[in-house]
Every structure is written in C-alpha cells, then in structure tokens.
C-alpha cells in the first residue's frame, strides 16, 4: 500500500514542484546522488573506479513533453561522455538513459525522436570507447523501448537493455535478448504497474527474477544482474558457474548509496560489479522510486524534512 502510494506521487507534478521547492536536506538526496553536476558525478566515479568498481552514470530527467529538452538531456549525456573520455574513465564507466527523458513520450513522433536522440548518445559513447544501456520505465513504454533498442543495436551492438522481472512477459523478452553480443540488465522492477501486467507479491516477483536468470545465464548474452536481494546473489553465482561462466562473462549492479559494503565485498571477490550513479537536479522521481523500495528510507526522507522545517 504504502509502496503503491509512493509511486502514485512520483509522477504527480504538484507534489514534485512542492517537494523539490523544499527539498530534504543534502545527506538524503546525497546518499543516493552523486551531486548536481557532471564535474562531481566525475569525482565519485573517479573514486568508485579506484576502488575496483564500474560505473553507469544517469542524467537525472524523465517524462518530458517538450522536444527541446529532450535535446538539452541528449546534448548533457554528449558532454559526459566527452568527459569521460578525456579523463580517461571511459573503459570503466559507461551511461544509462531513460528514452523518456530524451523524447520518447513528445507527442505523436516521440519515437523517432528518443531513437535519433538515443543514436547521437551512442556515437558519442562508441567514440569514447564505452557503452549504452537504456533503463526501462513503466510498461506502457516496454514495447517502444525494445524496439528503439532492436534499432540502435543495428548500429550499436554493445547498446545494452533492461527486463524488469516482475513483468509478465519478461522471461520471453529474456529469450528474446539472451543472444550473443547482448548486453541485458535484470532488475525487479520500480513502477508502480497493474497486476494484468505484473506480479505484485514480492515473493512471486523473487521467482520470477530467477526464472529470467536462468535464461541469461544459460544464454549466449552478458546478463547484468542489477539487485541488492541478499539471497538473489548467491543464486546469480550459482547459476553462473552451473553454466560455466567466467567471472567476465556477467556483471553485478547495484544503486549508489545501496549495500555499499556488499558492493565492494563483491568486487574485492573476484566478481564484476558496476555502481548506478545518478546526478543532476531533476532527482525526485528517482528519489521517491528509493523511497518506495524500503519503508526506513521514507521516515528517513521525513525526518529530514521536519528537521528542516
Ligand atoms: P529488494 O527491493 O527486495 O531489496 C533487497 C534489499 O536491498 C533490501 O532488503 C534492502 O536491504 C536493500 N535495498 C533495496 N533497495 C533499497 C533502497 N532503495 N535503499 C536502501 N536499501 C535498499 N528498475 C526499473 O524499473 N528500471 C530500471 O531501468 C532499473 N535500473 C536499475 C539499475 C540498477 C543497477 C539497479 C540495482 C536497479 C535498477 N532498478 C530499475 C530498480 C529495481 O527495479 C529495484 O526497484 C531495486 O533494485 C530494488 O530491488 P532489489 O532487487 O534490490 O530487491
């Protein structure tokens, strides 16, 4: 319920303008963001990398309506990436992007936009010498996305994509990516969906994650395993040494400011680990989607707020 009534706020604008006109203090947002600029999300990922960990860096933004600042996000991942070519972090850090944020929902023709946009950020990321991977919003985009994805890998083979589990239709799309060259994250799911296309119990959703596992692992692709399930991880190992995968042959992922220790306890074990590492000023659809995922971090979010108030 409680979880549900997040979600619902993540997407309402008035809430939103509130909240941000009043944002929590800068410990909250901080532990989940690395800052509003890319000259400090270059800082984190300087040292993150230093210790033995990738990266993925997100411009924050979703949901625009307006082609103009589809392009102002298209021309901010443009000038990450340059950047992190020139500080020569592009072998370990990569970009994430939500096609919402580079035009995907503009009108009739967002589609076409979000695939042009999304192709100038992957020349730009093949140019630095590292990779795309889109994040997948709500299901209303599923289709959309994996179309723009089937497209841009034409060009961009390494340009990776996203199955939420507790979707239903997510172990056919498993099927479907887990194919040689293909980069595929697994992650459970943030949305707040209808059970005609989701599963709601986190047990189920549990299941289903192993379930679309199995898949990547038997497969030919390069699963990424983006969870913090303490009892998903050893399944993921498991898995990977029953298919007789090398430790190159598949990644772990986890959030920013998420199991931090565990993090670095899988890296200094031998295992691939990539960090998702958010920054920008549009962080509160992120930061509510954290909020929904553990109940702690809400009266965390609201302790701060009554602090401040
Ligand atoms: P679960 O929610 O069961 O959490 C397991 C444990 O992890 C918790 O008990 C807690 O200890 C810890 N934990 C989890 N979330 C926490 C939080 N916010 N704060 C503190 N502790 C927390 N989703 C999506 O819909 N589209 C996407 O593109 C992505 N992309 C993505 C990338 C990466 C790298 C990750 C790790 C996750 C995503 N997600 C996502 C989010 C994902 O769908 C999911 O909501 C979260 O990862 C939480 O699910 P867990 O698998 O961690 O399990």
Redesign the pocket.
Known sequence: MLRQALLSVSRNTKIKDAATSFPPTRAVVARYIAGDTAEQALVVTRQLTAAGLSV?LDHLGEDTTDSAQGGVATDAYVDLLGRLAEARLSQQAEVSVKLSAVGQLVGEHGRELALANARKICLAAGTAGTTVTL???DHTTTDSTLEILTELRRDFPSTGA?I?AYLHRSEADCRDLAVAGSRV?L?????DEPASVAFAD?AEIDKAYVRCLKILMQGDGYPMV?????R?IPIARDLAERNRRSPDSYEF???HG??PTEQQRLANSGQRMRV?LPFGVDWYGYLV??MA??PA?LALFLRSLVRRG
């Not at 983006?226 to 303490?230: K, Q």
């Open positions: 993925s994040d997948m919003e996203v939420q994250r992650c459970k799911g943030a949305y986190p983006a969870t913090h399930d303490p998903l992922q986890m959030l998420v199991r998702y989607r954290r995922e553990r971090n």
